[in-house]
């Protein structure tokens, strides 16, 4: 399978017959997210978005882990009271500050996958941890290693989930399971976020499922496919006429 590769310091987009292939490149540091790799982040996945070429997308991470969460200079800032602008700490926090459309950079690095209009599809294996966790539930589809650890650990740093987490588990998650995941930031298993709807397969290689299962979607009508995916982010937000309309609309 023959990709052609651009590269940048913190993401690699590599993209083949209409699949495109995301990978976090921090391995040295379990792919954690630090300032570059926010904006990395946000940069390729609206670059892989305005591609009418691309019918599917999957996002992984180099190296032993799929992400383990936030960068400890990102924490050394929080610590100094500064917070997370557009383009990376900044000396006011900032986080109330809508930069991204209704959302902020943190949230943006998470959203930017569910609003893409083509289906991504994460392949999880190692650490999946905080913002990596976040980052993971804004794919249609997540491929994860049944020996994968996944947490929502905030609470660990005396943090909440603000990267679009709690929008992201809504409808995936039963309100009462993501209550004892954010109290108690307990670690699971690959195999026990399937059971909890933080996994959609549990897979021996998840990064080969997940690029087989793109090139499938690529497969079919891309029409289809991205009326598929709008339907199914209209399913979460609408009122039932309303999404009975865009049934028959997007039909049509």
Known sequence: YAWGVAMSDRVLLETDDGVALVRLNRADHLNALDAAMFGALVEVG?????????????????????????????????????????HGPTASSG??????????????????????????????????????????????????AADARLSVMEIKWGLVPDMAGFLLTRGRVRPDVLA???????????????GLGLAT??????LQEALALAREIAGKSPHAIR???RLLAAARASDDAALLLAESLEQE
């Open 46 to 86: 609206e670059r892989v978005a305005a591609r009418k070429d691309l019918r599917a997308v999957v996002l992984s991470g180099l190296g032993k882990a799929f992400c383990a969460g936030l960068d400890a200079s990102l924490f050394a800032a929080i610590g100094r009271g500064d917070g997370l602008g557009p």
């Open 95 to 144: 986080l109330g500050e809508r930069t991204h459309g209704i959302a902020n950079l943190a949230q943006r690095v998470a959203t930017v996958w569910a609003e893409a209009p083509m289906p991504v599809i994460a392949a999880v294996h190692g650490a999946c941890f905080g913002g990596g966790l976040q980052v993971a539930l804004g794919a249609d589809i997540r491929c994860v």
């Open 180 to 194: 004892d995941l954010t109290y108690t930031g307990r670690i699971v298993s690959g195999q026990e976020a399937l």
């Open 201 to 206: 397969r549990v897979c021996a290689d998840p």
């Open 227 to 229: 009326a598929a995916k």
